[in-house]
């Protein structure tokens, strides 16, 4: 979310936009070399590689680590990370998902952090991301070919070697819908977008086009450095002009014109910024003292800051009597510069400026380039080879290099053994030890210059075979060529290595209780390179009632048109496979076979991913499918299920507990009657339909609708920005669940409706619902709390909403009715109820009834409406919740101390309730009557300031609609209070007009 200057350039500081935590008030000073922006804090990189922060301290930003000394800086929404001299990585701030939660080791080049993810660049071209996967936003590509990368809200962008772009994790809106093509040079990630600049200096920018993020791209192509946040981008051209567009409600798009930045950074709100007063230019390396090889890549570095244009890059073999032309570049701080084929000990590098020739810098000291280099072929990279058998060595040589050492070390070892010394030939048959085995790098280095030497591009495996343990090789140099051949030799416990190759073959374990794998069952290099492949059968059946003891793993297996593994009456263990099948299901199930399918990719299947599998399904991926899981009975455990054609989870009825169901075609579960517990489901048309077992703790957003005709305990859910309902047509308990920023709540649901937070709702967040609807807090909603339902309405908190309560069939009882645009609408029953604060009380012929009152209920804090929007819109402003127990002398419960605190006040609104309403599980002391609003009748309602009374009467069954005095009967004391009250002040509220309230 912000823009790294990760050079060593001296420039101040400058900031504008939002200020309301001083991220804006900057430091004094002209020694910063980097800085980036959170949200609501800004961070700067100074050159004696410490870290200063300000702004908002909050998850503790404002307090850098001071284990240095840093060379580069990243930031998320509320997170930092850096990059330390040695390459490792350290991180603060917000971790809830993980995100600070650094890898270790060091070699790290590039960093950036989304909302709850961050991502990091290895020297080496890796990708390591961390924090929250929800969206897959973690899930980077297994090459090891990039060389930039950056982190949006739920999505990631990377740029190959080769200038193309990657992106994964969350594409609503086309985030991750890359251009196609190469050239490019930088990457940015917003929120819903994406932004590229091109090595021609130009800018794209595709995803989500809110406040103009994509039809606002500017034109040109001076463009030398970009930064996204959530909805807004940044760009920097090269004469130090600073562009923005995107939301600019607090001027954060309105960088100032008059200052020659050298960087630029922004945290959505705000932005800052590195300024310089001159041009110049600086070189890096080499500087003096290095001995570099001919025919060897070495980089380049150096800094020109306000480049107007492009740089010269030039060498000297005398010292700098006189120039050699290398290339001219764009002023983006590094070359990579093939050496020539000199020997000289007198070479120095100059780079300046193309349109301004005396702006330039050159070598502080001579350096060395020697001829002489050399080019490992084979073994290459991810190759196996057997112990005990001869295998060939092979390089080029470059130049002239008379005699060679080779040498093999296994990964993770300090020390190289030797192999051999002998004169260069360019090869060498190695006869493979017996040990070490595992990864391994093999090295062939100059004997006289040991500098001179080269590793390959990546390791290779050396293979050490148990006794029990059969070998095939598509190639001929294992015990076997054919996958079927050695499971037919193998006894039982016996490992059958199947070497990287393709293998056009139907397999059957016929019950043998041994392990297929391939030779590193966890290493997706090596899962993708070992294929087994059939066009009309399955690739493998277990059809002998095979145990668990008869194990897949570690393999591609693709079928065409039947299932990929068929599981006949069996329960045989797949893991860690990767498994296709383009016309039929990738993993089938019958006669009730339970596999453990465990750690799997299964994709691509035109049916099923896994279908009628009773077994437990667990930590696979699960994607892009006819159907994810279909009919699998047994426990689905963290999985991600996502980009099914149909359903994500169909007709499961075991646990489905801690996965995530993400963009599914049609829902992402559907008539599923077990236990739902857990799950992120998001971005669906319905999350959950027909589904009629518990469901319970799942996090459920971004899906057009929520729950839809399900019969089931819905119970401690999270509902956030669904387009339309959260729960439609719904029958059974809905319990304790939060909701926020929906389009609509629940509509036609049954039954007990109790303990929600429903905020920010478009529509209606209760609406023609039956049952009872009791200690509820629905807050912030454009339409009515609750609209149109036959229910009893009783002890909730209503606050802030267009209508509190529009025409209810039933008793609306004991709630606190606060802030509403129209607290009760249309014919609706109201008793013993508390008003305060709204725009109307009542509209629409509804009028107040007995035990009415307008107070204010004393809450232990206000809501109130935060202006986020236009500021001269108060439409567009935010309700935000306030706490709302009720003060008390008494005793007042506080749900982050787990404690009773007591306070100097105490709200008219306990005790208040009807007095022939239970008072359930309040605590004592307690007057003997509820108290009003969503805490009434329970266990955390604000203690009474007396002792305990006596218990009420039993409640009627029917009370009348004439029972003022809560006596269950009407009589002339009703009538007489009735009279009071109707002559004082018609059908309002008493207090309204003076008189006293009749109980």
Same mark, same amino acid.
């Given at each position: 979310?912000?823009?790294?200057?990760?050079?060593?350039?001296?420039?101040?500081?400058? @900031?504008?936009?939002?200020?309301?935590?001083?991220?804006?008030?900057?430091?004094?000073?002209?020694?910063?070399?980097?800085?980036?922006?959170?949200?609501?804090?800004?961070?700067?990189?100074?050159?004696?590689?410490?870290?200063?922060?300000?702004?908002?301290?909050?998850?503790?930003?404002?307090?850098?680590?001071?284990?240095?000394?840093?060379?580069?800086?990243?930031?998320?929404?509320?997170?930092?990370?850096?990059?330390?001299?040695?390459?490792?990585?350290?991180?603060?701030?917000?971790?809830?998902?993980?995100?600070?939660?650094?890898?270790?080791?060091?070699?790290?080049?590039?960093?950036?952090?989304?909302?709850?993810?961050?991502?990091?660049?290895?020297?080496?071209?890796?990708?390591?991301?961390?924090?929250?996967?929800?969206?897959?936003?973690?899930?980077?590509?297994?090459?090891?070919?990039?060389?930039?990368?950056?982190?949006?809200?739920?999505?990631?962008?990377?740029?190959?070697?080769?200038?193309?772009?990657?992106?994964?994790?969350?594409?609503?809106?086309?985030?991750?819908?890359? =251009?196609?093509?190469?050239?490019?040079?930088?990457?940015?990630?917003?929120?819903?977008?994406?932004?590229?600049?091109?090595?021609?200096?130009?800018?794209?920018?595709?995803?989500?086009?809110?406040?103009?993020?994509?039809?606002?791209?500017?034109?040109?192509?001076?463009?030398?450095?970009?930064?996204?946040?959530?909805?807004?981008?940044?760009?920097?051209?090269?004469?130090?002009?600073?562009?923005?567009?995107?939301?600019?409600?607090?001027?954060?798009?309105?960088?100032?014109?008059?200052?020659?930045?050298?960087?630029?950074?922004?945290?959505?709100?705000?932005?800052?910024?590195?300024?310089?007063?001159?041009?110049?230019?600086?070189?890096?390396?080499?500087?003096?003292?290095?001995?570099?090889?001919?025919?060897?890549?070495?980089?380049?570095?150096?800094?020109?800051?306000?480049?107007?244009?492009?740089?010269?890059?030039?060498?000297?073999?005398?010292?700098?009597?006189?120039?050699?032309?290398?290339?001219?570049?764009?002023?983006?701080?590094?070359?990579?510069?093939?050496?020539?084929?000199?020997?000289?000990?007198?070479?120095?590098?100059?780079?300046?400026?193309?349109?301004? =020739?005396?702006?330039?810098?050159?070598?502080?000291?001579?350096?060395?380039?020697?001829?002489?280099?050399?080019?490992?072929?084979?073994?290459?990279?991810?190759?196996?080879?057997?112990?005990?058998?001869?295998?060939?060595?092979?390089?080029?040589?470059?130049?002239?290099?008379?005699?060679?050492?080779?040498?093999?070390?296994?990964?993770?070892?300090?020390?190289?053994?030797?192999?051999?010394?002998?004169?260069?030939?360019?090869?060498?048959?190695?006869?493979?030890?017996?040990?070490?085995?595992?990864?391994?790098?093999?090295?062939?280095?100059?004997?006289?210059? =040991?500098?001179?030497?080269?590793?390959?591009?990546?390791?290779?495996?050396?293979?050490?075979? !148990?006794?029990?343990?059969?070998?095939?090789?598509?190639?001929?140099?294992?015990?076997?060529?054919?996958?079927?051949?050695?499971?037919?030799?193998?006894?039982?416990?016996?490992?059958?290595? %199947?070497?990287?190759?393709?293998?056009?073959?139907?397999?059957?374990?016929?019950?043998?209780?041994?392990?297929?794998?391939?030779?590193?069952?966890?290493?997706?290099?090596?899962?993708?390179?070992?294929?087994?492949?059939?066009?009309?059968?399955?690739?493998?059946?277990?059809?002998?009632?095979?145990?668990?003891?008869? %194990?897949?793993?570690?393999?591609? %297996?693709?079928?065409?048109?039947?299932?990929?593994?068929?599981?006949?009456?069996?329960?045989?263990?797949?893991?860690?496979?990767?498994?296709?099948?383009?016309?039929?299901?990738?993993?089938?199930?019958?006669?009730?076979?339970?596999?453990?399918?465990?750690?799997? %990719?299964?994709?691509?299947?035109? !049916?099923?991913?896994?279908?009628?599998?009773?077994?437990?399904?667990?930590?696979?991926?699960?994607?892009?499918?006819?159907?994810?899981?279909?009919?699998?009975?047994?426990?689905?455990?963290?999985?991600?299920?996502?980009?099914?054609?149909?359903?994500?989870?169909?007709?499961?009825?075991?646990?489905?507990?801690?996965?995530?169901?993400?963009?599914?075609? !049609?829902?992402?579960?559907?008539?599923?009657?077990?236990?739902?517990?857990?799950?992120?489901?998001?971005?669906?048309?319905?999350?959950?339909?027909?589904? +009629?077992?518990?469901?319970?703790?799942?996090?459920?957003?971004?899906?057009?609708?929520?729950?839809? +005709?399900?019969? @089931?305990?819905?119970?401690?859910?999270?509902?956030?920005? !669904?387009?339309?309902?959260?729960?439609?047509?719904?029958?059974?308990?809905?319990?304790?669940?939060?909701?926020?920023?929906?389009?609509?709540?629940?509509?036609?649901?049954?039954?007990?409706?109790?303990?929600?937070?429903?905020?920010?709702?478009?529509?209606?967040?209760?609406?023609?619902?039956?049952?009872?609807?009791?200690?509820?807090?629905?807050?912030?909603?454009?339409?009515?709390?609750?609209?149109?339902?036959?229910?009893?309405?009783?002890?909730?908190?209503?606050?802030?909403?267009?209508?509190?309560?529009?025409?209810?069939?039933?008793?609306?009882?004991?709630?606190?009715?606060?802030?509403?645009?129209?607290?009760?609408?249309?014919?609706?029953?109201?008793?013993?109820?508390?008003?305060?604060?709204?725009?109307?009380?009542?509209?629409?012929?509804?009028?107040?009834?007995?035990?009415?009152?307008?107070?204010?209920?004393?809450?232990?804090?206000?809501?109130?409406?935060?202006?986020?929007?236009?500021?001269?819109?108060?439409?567009?402003?935010?309700?935000?919740?306030?706490?709302?127990?009720?003060?008390?002398?008494?005793?007042?419960?506080?749900?982050?101390?787990?404690?009773?605190?007591?306070?100097?006040?105490?709200?008219?609104?306990?005790?208040?309730?009807?007095?022939?309403?239970?008072?359930?599980?309040?605590?004592?002391?307690?007057?003997?009557?509820?108290?009003?609003?969503?805490?009434?009748?329970?266990?955390?309602?604000?203690?009474?300031?007396?002792?305990?009374?006596?218990?009420?009467?039993?409640?009627?069954?029917?009370?009348?609609?004439?029972?003022?005095?809560?006596?269950?009967?009407?009589?002339?004391?009703?009538?007489?209070?009735?009279?009071?009250?109707?002559?004082?002040?018609?059908?309002?509220?008493?207090?309204?007009?003076?008189?006293?309230?009749?109980?």
């Amino acid at each position: 979310l912000s823009l790294v200057c990760p050079w060593a350039s001296a420039a101040r500081l400058v @900031a504008w936009g939002m200020n309301n935590h001083g991220q804006c008030d900057v430091p004094d000073g002209n020694d910063f070399a980097a800085v980036v922006a959170t949200v609501y804090s800004s961070i700067a990189l100074q050159r004696d590689g410490s870290v200063v922060a300000w702004g908002s301290a909050e998850y503790g930003l404002t307090t850098p680590p001071d284990d240095g000394p840093f060379t580069m800086l990243a930031a998320g929404t509320n997170h930092a990370l850096a990059v330390r001299a040695d390459g490792s990585l350290a991180a603060w701030g917000d971790s809830s998902a993980g995100q600070c939660d650094v890898p270790a080791g060091g070699d790290f080049i590039a960093i950036d952090g989304g909302y709850y993810h961050s991502v990091a660049l290895r020297a080496d071209g890796a990708v390591r991301c961390w924090g929250s996967n929800a969206y897959g936003q973690c899930e980077s590509p297994d090459a090891n070919d990039f060389v930039a990368v950056a982190a949006g809200a739920f999505h990631t962008l990377a740029i190959r070697r080769d200038g193309t772009l990657a992106a994964w994790g969350r594409n609503d809106s086309g985030q991750c819908d890359v =251009p196609t093509g190469a050239g490019f040079v930088q990457v940015a990630a917003g929120n819903a977008h994406s932004l590229a600049l091109h090595g021609d200096g130009t800018l794209r920018a595709w995803g989500r086009d809110l406040y103009g993020l994509i039809s606002g791209l500017p034109g040109g192509d001076d463009y030398l450095r970009i930064g996204a946040a959530a909805q807004l981008n940044v760009a920097l051209t090269r004469s130090g002009l600073p562009v923005a567009w995107g939301q600019n409600n607090y001027g954060q798009a309105d960088p100032p014109p008059d200052a020659s930045l050298i960087a630029v950074a922004t945290g959505g709100y705000h932005g800052v910024g590195l300024a310089v007063e001159a041009q110049t230019v600086r070189l890096f390396e080499p500087n003096g003292g290095e001995r570099l090889y001919a025919g060897r890549t070495t980089p380049i570095l150096w800094e020109a800051p306000l480049a107007l244009g492009r740089v010269l890059l030039e060498f000297s073999t005398d010292d700098g009597q006189s120039w050699q032309a290398i290339a001219t570049a764009e002023p983006v701080g590094r070359f990579d510069w093939r050496v020539p084929a000199v020997n000289s000990d007198r070479c120095r590098i100059r780079v300046g400026l193309v349109d301004l =020739p005396d702006i330039h810098d050159q070598s502080d000291a001579v350096f060395t380039i020697a001829t002489g280099g050399l080019e490992l072929l084979t073994p290459a990279a991810g190759q196996v080879w057997v112990a005990g058998r001869t295998y060939p060595v092979t390089w080029n040589t470059i130049g002239t290099v008379t005699e060679i050492v080779l040498e093999y070390r296994p990964v993770g070892q300090a020390d190289w053994i030797p192999i051999e010394t002998l004169v260069n030939t360019g090869g060498y048959d190695w006869r493979v030890p017996v040990s070490p085995a595992g990864p391994a790098r093999l090295r062939v280095r100059d004997a006289a210059w =040991p500098e001179v030497f080269d590793v390959g591009d990546g390791p290779f495996m050396l293979l050490a075979p !148990q006794a029990d343990t059969l070998i095939v090789d598509a190639a001929g140099a294992g015990d076997f060529e054919r996958v079927q051949e050695a499971i037919d030799a193998a006894a039982d416990g016996a490992t059958v290595l %199947v070497l990287p190759g393709a293998y056009a073959e139907s397999l059957r374990f016929n019950n043998r209780a041994i392990t297929v794998r391939s030779i590193a069952p966890t290493d997706p290099n090596y899962i993708v390179a070992t294929i087994l492949v059939s066009e009309n059968e399955p690739c493998v059946v277990f059809d002998f009632r095979e145990t668990p003891a008869s %194990v897949l793993m570690g393999l591609t %297996v693709e079928s065409g048109a039947a299932a990929a593994i068929r599981c006949y009456q069996a329960d045989p263990t797949l893991a860690h496979n990767i498994i296709r099948c383009a016309a039929g299901s990738g993993i089938v199930g019958v006669a009730g076979a339970a596999p453990a399918i465990t750690d799997n %990719v299964i994709e691509a299947c035109g !049916q099923a991913g896994v279908v009628g599998c009773a077994g437990l399904i667990r930590d696979n991926v699960v994607q892009d499918n006819g159907v994810g899981l279909w009919a699998c009975d047994g426990t689905l455990r963290q999985n991600v299920i996502r980009r099914a054609e149909t359903y994500g989870v169909y007709d499961c009825d075991g646990t489905v507990e801690q996965n995530a169901i993400l963009d599914n075609g !049609q829902g992402g579960l559907s008539q599923c009657d077990g236990s739902i517990t857990g799950n992120l489901i998001a971005g669906n048309p319905v999350a959950l339909e027909a589904c +009629d077992g518990h469901i319970h703790a799942n996090t459920i957003r971004d899906n057009e609708q929520g729950l839809v +005709d399900c019969r @089931a305990t819905i119970e401690g859910n999270v509902f956030t920005a !669904q387009a339309g309902v959260i729960l439609s047509g719904c029958v059974g308990p809905i319990l304790d669940n939060l909701a926020e920023d929906n389009a609509a709540g629940l509509v036609l649901c049954d039954g007990m409706i109790q303990g929600n937070v429903v905020r920010r709702t478009a529509g209606a967040a209760i609406e023609q619902c039956r049952g009872w609807i009791v200690n509820n807090i629905l807050s912030g909603g454009a339409d009515a709390a609750i609209a149109d339902c036959n229910a009893v309405v009783a002890f909730n908190t209503l606050v802030g909403n267009g209508t509190a309560v529009r025409g209810a069939l039933g008793p609306v009882t004991g709630n606190i009715l606060a802030w509403n645009d129209v607290a009760v609408s249309g014919a609706v029953e109201s008793r013993y109820n508390a008003f305060w604060a709204n725009r109307r009380h009542f509209d629409a012929g509804a009028f107040a009834g007995p035990g009415d009152m307008a107070a204010d209920p004393l809450f232990a804090a206000d809501g109130y409406w935060l202006d986020t929007g236009t500021p001269e819109d108060p439409s567009d402003d935010v309700w935000q919740d306030g706490n709302y127990h009720l003060r008390s002398e008494a005793g007042r419960w506080d749900a982050n101390a787990q404690d009773w605190l007591f306070d100097d006040v105490t709200s008219p609104c306990i005790d208040a309730a009807d007095p022939a309403e239970p008072i359930g599980s309040e605590p004592s002391p307690n007057g003997g009557r509820a108290n009003m609003g969503a805490y009434g009748a329970t266990a955390w309602a604000s203690k009474s300031t007396g002792q305990a009374g006596p218990q009420p009467a039993p409640r009627c069954v029917d009370r009348p609609s004439m029972d003022f005095t809560g006596d269950c009967r009407v009589d002339l004391a009703d009538f007489a209070l009735f009279a009071e009250q109707w002559l004082a002040c018609g059908f309002d509220l008493p207090e309204a007009c003076g008189a006293s309230s009749t109980r």
